[in-house]
């Protein structure tokens, strides 16, 4: 119901400014909250502090882990449907030669060599340039995606590393640290980095969301998008930037290990559980923000765990969750689905060879198919099943008040069974006789093709079909097989 | 300019050589499989591998940090194929998710263990060339580092490997479907694949460091790739390529800094570069797919008329 309402509400161009909104209130909220003097509670134990936010040091780096975490996961979600999710990894590491190259200027330019925005800047530049280079190679080469982002990865990372190494040897320059901007320093979050966070986050989310229907469009049909006018090179190019910017920054607060799972993590989570876009990014937002608030709680209870790890570790549980129960596309769900099917498959097939064998004891078509008891082995014969085959099936049909046992033996159908049986058979054939007429199949081999599809049949095809066929609408009028009915294979 | 060039930069050159070598052969067939990032994967992933075998044998004996490091690639190899398979998740996310976890686990078991020993995730990312010609053993009468020997070894058992499975691993890169037909186990040869890259990284990382090997494995194939439509000559190609980088590499390291007036800088580092200016050339010059080709027969194409289309004329 809310995520009705939320989609609503995106898809009104006017409304999404509202969402913008929000997230910027959220975000002030957020801001308020790291620096507000809090309300000191009764103190219930280290985690209920830690919870509540109750300490200033873990409360900076818990709201930044999670505002990352809500981020990446807003864009890792398209990143996933375009399948271009390693795109965090090579970019994080494209970053390397750029924050060196920084460094180096403005070292001998004569200024601070750390400065926080000139590096952030670097690091921005030199993703940027990856990000040209790699589509340069994706389209004037036969080389794939995979390769070419490879190749740009390992030889910025390898230039990075040799400029880090000229860096550190040069004189006069404080380069200590510059590693720890690749590797993360949550521990040591800053207010100031804390604000550069909220600040970019921002931006990104209200970026995504201005843009959603247009990002959507370029990740579920790239081609349409271009066919349509819409500048489809150019959003990709404003996506990456996103992926970018938050890449840099979280470069930097969390490191590199974290920020590749982070874009990837949540938003491969939250597919499990969906089909719908809009709700596979508010649920990816959460589950990128929920692993950042409890990974960085926990990692600053267990004092020896590097906060990175911990959260990572912490949405790679949700996300084998997720893959499990997820009720979209989970592995046990489908599971289940797959077996239901599978049931329902089977017993119509039982209850259909048993109709066709009903209707061979039929001296005269014209008259009704009467229920008769039925031996299991012509049945087994009938469709080529083997007899603990043919159990399972009666076993199941049993269950449903299908069969009626009244001689060892031989099974007959219960008043619902004969019903369901003729229903079933019905579909069956009127199915057969739409592809005889309208696809043109031969009647010999039309068998096989029906059955592909008469299980999933609605009401509302059937009585399509019937109007397409001009049956008269007898209650239960089921039409002679076109075909003969082996007497061997079913 | 002046080098001195002295036996040290010999040898840091066979090293890079030889990881280069024994890098591009499994990386031939990584390009060819659209698996290029696997081996970045990878070598984030053998960190746990690497910190068990540790902990468990409180040894530092490079035989064990193979195995180590083998397992942990075939768990990222298999765990990867699961999440894809069974979850029905992208290739690329899979491997993503696997490898951020297994190298988060890597990094908590180290910290763990970082009270008793010195296994610093910063040396198994960048590696050190430098100290490791200092590294020597005494063989007959020349004294080798040990890192050759180490790195020339498993170059050896990847050249045996590709030998002796080339026809298996060219028919399940190109086509896996036949290579099942035709009763190769294209399964099984995925992950003999996998354990080589793994082994690889691990041998070179000492030596080159991890992220370096990913541009060995990678750039130099890719650069033969784009010279020629042969696999065996792709495969010679990208090992030619991959020693001409290590040279390059080791004297751009010595002769560019100076001239900003700077000190020299890492090799393996340089030696990415030197591969990447080599893919860049190839990149620009193939004679049968360069850009520089391309352009020439757009223009040659632009002066001529369309050919009459069929109904036009009448």
Redesign the interface.
């Given at each position: 119901m809310m995520w009705q309402t939320g989609y609503a509400m995106l898809v009104d161009r006017r409304k999404r400014g509202l969402a913008v909104l929000m997230v910027l209130v959220i975000l002030t909220l957020a801001g308020g909250a790291a620096e507000a003097a809090w309300p000191v509670a009764e103190v219930k134990g280290d985690v209920w502090k830690l919870v509540t936010l109750q300490s200033y040091n873990s409360r900076l780096v818990i709201l930044s882990t999670t505002l990352l975490g809500a981020a990446s996961g807003l864009i890792g979600v398209f990143l996933?449907l375009r399948?271009?999710?390693?795109m965090?990894?090579?970019l994080s590491?494209a970053t390397y030669p750029g924050i060196g190259l920084a460094f180096l200027l403005m070292t001998s330019l004569g200024g601070e060599g750390k400065w926080l925005p000139g590096l952030l800047l670097g690091a921005s530049v030199s993703g940027v340039l990856w990000v040209v280079i790699v589509s340069a190679?994706r389209r004037?080469?036969?080389?794939?995606?995979?390769?070419a982002?490879?190749?740009v990865?390992?030889?910025f990372?390898?230039?990075?590393?040799?400029?880090m190494?000229?860096v550190s040897?040069?004189p006069g320059a404080d380069a200590a640290g510059l590693?720890g901007f690749v590797?993360g320093t949550a521990a040591s979050l800053v207010f100031s980095d804390f604000l550069l966070i909220l600040v970019v986050t921002g931006v990104v989310c209200g970026a995504a969301i201005l843009l959603l229907k247009e990002f959507a469009l370029v990740c579920f049909d790239e081609a349409f998008a271009t066919s349509q006018g819409w500048p489809a090179l150019r959003l990709d190019l404003t996506m990456l930037a996103l992926v970018t910017a938050v890449t840099v920054v979280g470069l930097q607060a969390v490191g590199l290990?974290?920020i590749?799972?982070f874009?990837?993590?949540p938003?491969?989570a939250a597919?499990?559980w969906t089909h719908k876009l809009h709700v596979m990014l508010l649920l990816s937002v959460m589950i990128g923000g929920f692993s950042g608030w409890v990974g960085s709680g926990l990692s600053s209870l267990l004092l020896?765990?590097?906060t990175?790890?911990?959260i990572?570790?912490v949405a790679?549980a949700i996300?084998i969750i997720s893959?499990m129960f997820g009720l979209a596309?989970?592995?046990l769900p489908r599971a289940v689905r797959h077996a239901r099917l599978r049931r329902k498959v089977g017993r119509q097939h039982l209850l259909r060879a048993i109709y066709e064998l009903l209707e061979r004891h039929q001296l005269d078509a014209a008259e009704p198919v009467s229920n008769l008891a039925i031996d299991f082995e012509s049945l087994a014969v009938h469709r080529s099943w083997s007899s603990a085959e043919l159990q399972s099936l009666l076993r199941t049909a049993r269950g449903e008040d299908h069969l009626e046992d009244e001689v060892p033996g031989r099974v007959r159908l219960s008043e619902s069974g004969f019903g369901e049986a003729s229903r079933v058979t019905r579909n069956h054939r009127l199915w057969e006789l739409y592809l005889i007429r309208y696809a043109d199949i031969a009647p010999s081999h039309v068998d096989r093709d029906a059955d592909l599809v008469e299980h999933v049949l609605d009401a509302d095809i059937v009585r399509q079909l019937e109007l397409e066929l001009k049956g008269r609408p007898v209650r239960m009028f089921v039409p002679p097989s076109p075909h003969l009915i082996d007497q061997s294979a079913g | 300019m002046e080098f001195n060039w002295d036996s040290l930069d010999t040898w840091t050159v066979v090293i890079g050589g030889l990881s280069a070598v024994a890098a591009a052969m499994p990386g031939c067939f990584l390009?060819l499989r659209?698996?290029?990032?696997m081996?970045?994967a990878i070598s984030?992933a053998i960190l746990p591998g690497i910190a068990m075998a540790f902990l468990l044998t409180h040894t530092r004996i490079t035989a064990i940090m193979f195995i180590g490091a083998a397992c942990a690639g075939l768990l990222t190899a298999a765990f990867t194929q699961c999440?894809s398979k069974?979850?029905?998740?992208?290739r690329?996310?899979?491997?993503?998710?696997v490898f951020?976890?297994l190298?988060?686990?890597g990094?908590?078991l180290i910290?763990?263990s970082a009270k008793h020993v010195e296994l610093d995730?910063?040396c198994v990312l960048?590696g050190s060339l430098e100290y490791s010609v200092i590294d020597v053993v005494q063989i007959g009468a020349l004294e080798v580092p040990r890192a050759v020997i180490s790195i020339g070894s498993v170059m050896c058992i990847n050249i045996l490997f590709i030998v002796f499975l080339y026809k298996e691993l060219a028919a399940s890169s190109f086509d896996p479907s036949l290579a099942n037909t035709l009763g190769f186990n294209s399964g099984l040869i995925h992950y003999l694949l996998m354990m080589v890259v793994a082994v690889t990284t691990v041998a070179a990382f000492e030596s080159l460091?991890s992220?370096?090997v990913?541009?060995?494995?990678?750039?130099p194939p890719?650069t033969a790739?784009?010279l020629t439509k042969n696999l065996a000559h792709m495969l010679v190609l990208s090992a030619v390529v991959g020693l001409l980088s290590a040279f390059l590499g080791h004297l751009g390291?010595m002769a560019i800094?100076p001239v900003?007036g700077?000190?020299a800088?890492?090799s393996?580092?340089?030696?990415?570069?030197a591969?990447?200016a080599l893919?860049l050339s190839a990149?620009l010059f193939s004679p049968s797919?360069g850009?520089f080709l391309?352009l020439g027969e757009r223009r040659e194409h632009a002066g001529r008329p369309l050919p009459p289309t069929a109904g036009e004329g009448s």
């Amino acid at each position: 119901m809310m995520w009705q309402t939320g989609y609503a509400m995106l898809v009104d161009r006017r409304k999404r400014g509202l969402a913008v909104l929000m997230v910027l209130v959220i975000l002030t909220l957020a801001g308020g909250a790291a620096e507000a003097a809090w309300p000191v509670a009764e103190v219930k134990g280290d985690v209920w502090k830690l919870v509540t936010l109750q300490s200033y040091n873990s409360r900076l780096v818990i709201l930044s882990t999670t505002l990352l975490g809500a981020a990446s996961g807003l864009i890792g979600v398209f990143l996933l449907l375009r399948k271009r999710s390693l795109m965090g990894d090579a970019l994080s590491h494209a970053t390397y030669p750029g924050i060196g190259l920084a460094f180096l200027l403005m070292t001998s330019l004569g200024g601070e060599g750390k400065w926080l925005p000139g590096l952030l800047l670097g690091a921005s530049v030199s993703g940027v340039l990856w990000v040209v280079i790699v589509s340069a190679i994706r389209r004037t080469t036969p080389l794939k995606d995979d390769a070419a982002m490879g190749i740009v990865l390992g030889v910025f990372f390898g230039a990075g590393a040799a400029i880090m190494k000229m860096v550190s040897n040069l004189p006069g320059a404080d380069a200590a640290g510059l590693d720890g901007f690749v590797y993360g320093t949550a521990a040591s979050l800053v207010f100031s980095d804390f604000l550069l966070i909220l600040v970019v986050t921002g931006v990104v989310c209200g970026a995504a969301i201005l843009l959603l229907k247009e990002f959507a469009l370029v990740c579920f049909d790239e081609a349409f998008a271009t066919s349509q006018g819409w500048p489809a090179l150019r959003l990709d190019l404003t996506m990456l930037a996103l992926v970018t910017a938050v890449t840099v920054v979280g470069l930097q607060a969390v490191g590199l290990v974290l920020i590749i799972a982070f874009l990837i993590i949540p938003a491969a989570a939250a597919r499990f559980w969906t089909h719908k876009l809009h709700v596979m990014l508010l649920l990816s937002v959460m589950i990128g923000g929920f692993s950042g608030w409890v990974g960085s709680g926990l990692s600053s209870l267990l004092l020896d765990f590097p906060t990175g790890a911990v959260i990572v570790l912490v949405a790679a549980a949700i996300f084998i969750i997720s893959m499990m129960f997820g009720l979209a596309r989970g592995i046990l769900p489908r599971a289940v689905r797959h077996a239901r099917l599978r049931r329902k498959v089977g017993r119509q097939h039982l209850l259909r060879a048993i109709y066709e064998l009903l209707e061979r004891h039929q001296l005269d078509a014209a008259e009704p198919v009467s229920n008769l008891a039925i031996d299991f082995e012509s049945l087994a014969v009938h469709r080529s099943w083997s007899s603990a085959e043919l159990q399972s099936l009666l076993r199941t049909a049993r269950g449903e008040d299908h069969l009626e046992d009244e001689v060892p033996g031989r099974v007959r159908l219960s008043e619902s069974g004969f019903g369901e049986a003729s229903r079933v058979t019905r579909n069956h054939r009127l199915w057969e006789l739409y592809l005889i007429r309208y696809a043109d199949i031969a009647p010999s081999h039309v068998d096989r093709d029906a059955d592909l599809v008469e299980h999933v049949l609605d009401a509302d095809i059937v009585r399509q079909l019937e109007l397409e066929l001009k049956g008269r609408p007898v209650r239960m009028f089921v039409p002679p097989s076109p075909h003969l009915i082996d007497q061997s294979a079913g | 300019m002046e080098f001195n060039w002295d036996s040290l930069d010999t040898w840091t050159v066979v090293i890079g050589g030889l990881s280069a070598v024994a890098a591009a052969m499994p990386g031939c067939f990584l390009v060819l499989r659209r698996m290029s990032m696997m081996g970045d994967a990878i070598s984030h992933a053998i960190l746990p591998g690497i910190a068990m075998a540790f902990l468990l044998t409180h040894t530092r004996i490079t035989a064990i940090m193979f195995i180590g490091a083998a397992c942990a690639g075939l768990l990222t190899a298999a765990f990867t194929q699961c999440i894809s398979k069974y979850g029905k998740v992208d290739r690329g996310a899979a491997m993503g998710i696997v490898f951020t976890t297994l190298f988060a686990i890597g990094l908590i078991l180290i910290r763990q263990s970082a009270k008793h020993v010195e296994l610093d995730p910063g040396c198994v990312l960048y590696g050190s060339l430098e100290y490791s010609v200092i590294d020597v053993v005494q063989i007959g009468a020349l004294e080798v580092p040990r890192a050759v020997i180490s790195i020339g070894s498993v170059m050896c058992i990847n050249i045996l490997f590709i030998v002796f499975l080339y026809k298996e691993l060219a028919a399940s890169s190109f086509d896996p479907s036949l290579a099942n037909t035709l009763g190769f186990n294209s399964g099984l040869i995925h992950y003999l694949l996998m354990m080589v890259v793994a082994v690889t990284t691990v041998a070179a990382f000492e030596s080159l460091g991890s992220i370096i090997v990913i541009a060995m494995l990678i750039v130099p194939p890719a650069t033969a790739f784009l010279l020629t439509k042969n696999l065996a000559h792709m495969l010679v190609l990208s090992a030619v390529v991959g020693l001409l980088s290590a040279f390059l590499g080791h004297l751009g390291a010595m002769a560019i800094p100076p001239v900003f007036g700077l000190e020299a800088t890492v090799s393996s580092g340089m030696m990415a570069v030197a591969a990447g200016a080599l893919f860049l050339s190839a990149w620009l010059f193939s004679p049968s797919q360069g850009l520089f080709l391309r352009l020439g027969e757009r223009r040659e194409h632009a002066g001529r008329p369309l050919p009459p289309t069929a109904g036009e004329g009448s």
